[in-house]
């Protein structure tokens, strides 16, 4: 399973940005979707998952209603809109992939990086 985000970019803080995920191989549709990013010096964090249907999503606290996660399983792709982003939101996102009745994600993108400014 192959894993390409895209969208990230330079964007002022307040602003938004929609990150895509395609995968290739494998069963998307079978799969739970996440997203997680990594900012400098920090530890990697949860953002966002979508099971395989897309009737449940999970966020991380600090969401709070300013992203939305997605997925379109005819186009084999998992979507990340997010809203009012912070300058501390500066990171590289990641999407992963995990199997049906597996609790860790198995597959992994390279990321895309996505920079706030003040």
């Known amino acids: 399973v192959q894993l390409v985000e895209s969208g990230g970019g330079l964007v002022q803080a307040g602003g938004s940005l929609r990150l895509s995920c395609t995968a290739s191989?494998?069963?998307?549709?079978?799969?739970?979707m996440g997203w997680f990013r990594q900012a400098p010096g920090k530890e990697r964090e949860f953002v966002a998952a979508?099971?395989?249907?897309?009737?449940?999503?999970y966020y991380g606290e600090f969401v709070k209603g300013r992203f939305t996660i997605s997925r379109d399983n005819a186009k084999n792709t998992v979507y990340l809109e997010m809203n009012i982003l912070k300058p501390e939101e500066t990171a590289v996102y990641y999407c992963?992939?995990?199997?049906?009745?597996?609790?860790?994600?198995?597959?992994w993108g390279q990321g895309t990086q996505a920079t706030l400014s003040s």
């Open positions: 992963a992939a995990r199997v049906f009745g597996s609790t860790r994600y198995a597959y």
């Open positions: 191989g494998g069963t998307f549709r079978t799969y739970t």
């Open positions: 979508i099971r395989w249907s897309g009737s449940t999503t």
